[in-house]
Antibody, heavy 119, light 112 residues
Framework: EVQLVESGGGLVQPGGSLRLSCAAS????????MNWVRQVSGKGLEWVSG????????FYADSVKGRFTISRDNSKNALYLQMDSLRADDTAVYYC????????????WGRGTLVTVSS | DIVMTQSPDSLAVSLGERATINCQSS????????????LAWYQQKPGQPPKVLVY???TRESGVPDRFSGSGSGTDFTLTISSLQAEDVAVYYC????????FGQGTKVEIK
């Protein structure tokens, strides 16, 4: 059974940093592109970042470019999102989703982890 | 960037009646070499992650009831729920995966 479990969310002050993790199981992690998608409470879905499997290239939404860094460790079946210079408008539930940017849809999603940026 | 626009933002439909949600992309998501539309539909219920219903614009995900169907090509797409059931109350999103990922703003479906 495919499972994606996010962790690392919490309360952080504006300007601070946080590192999210996504633990993957039930499939060959190294064979799939992966993404982070966020959702502000009561609002829609916003794609944040993705890593392409074919060449390992990373992609970012303009809203987080230069502040967030996506990475993966295939030996640990894990996806990460390093979030720096956090702002109040980064407050959201962050989902990990399997799928290839520019290639495939999000066929499996985790349950999300809440990030709150507030003083 | 490809901008996805859904209509309406919300709709109320009687049980057993048809619900239709539209999605328009700012540019075509049809990939000519494989003739596939890089368009998916998701259902999201409160407190849950999105669940894929349809991909390649019209291919129903395994286990999804056949009352859900997707259609369209190029820039204009539709998700149809042929006979609305109580468990279909949710927010529905379209997504393009042709160029990175982007989502429509969502359509909330309720019972009239």
């Amino acid at each position: 059974e495919v499972q994606l479990v996010e962790s690392g969310g919490g309360l952080v002050q504006p300007g601070g940093s946080l590192r999210l993790s996504c633990a993957a199981s039930g499939f060959t992690f190294s064979s799939y592109g992966m993404n982070w998608v966020r959702q502000v409470s009561g609002k829609g879905l916003e794609w944040v970042s993705g890593v392409r499997i074919s060449d390992g290239r990373t992609f970012y939404a303009d809203s987080v470019k230069g502040r967030f860094t996506i990475s993966r460790d295939n030996s640990k079946n894990a996806l990460y999102l390093q979030m720096d210079s956090l702002r109040a408008d980064d407050t959201a539930v962050y989902y990990c989703a399997r799928g290839g940017v520019g290639a495939t849809w999000g066929d499996y999603w985790g349950r999300g982890t809440l990030v709150t940026v507030s003083s | 960037d490809i901008v996805m626009t859904q209509s309406p933002d919300s709709l109320a439909v009687s049980l057993g009646e048809r619900a239709t949600i539209n999605c328009q992309s700012s540019r075509s998501v049809l990939h000519s070499p494989n003739n596939k539309n890089y368009l998916a539909w998701y259902q999201q219920k409160p407190g849950q992650p999105p669940k894929v219903l349809v991909y390649w614009a019209s291919t129903r995900e395994s286990g999804v009831p056949d009352r859900f169907s997707g259609s369209g090509s190029g820039t204009d797409f539709t998700l149809t729920i042929s006979s609305l059931q109580a468990e279909d109350v949710a927010v529905y999103y379209c997504q393009q995966y042709y160029n990175l990922w982007s989502f429509g703003q969502g359509t909330k479906v309720e019972i009239k």
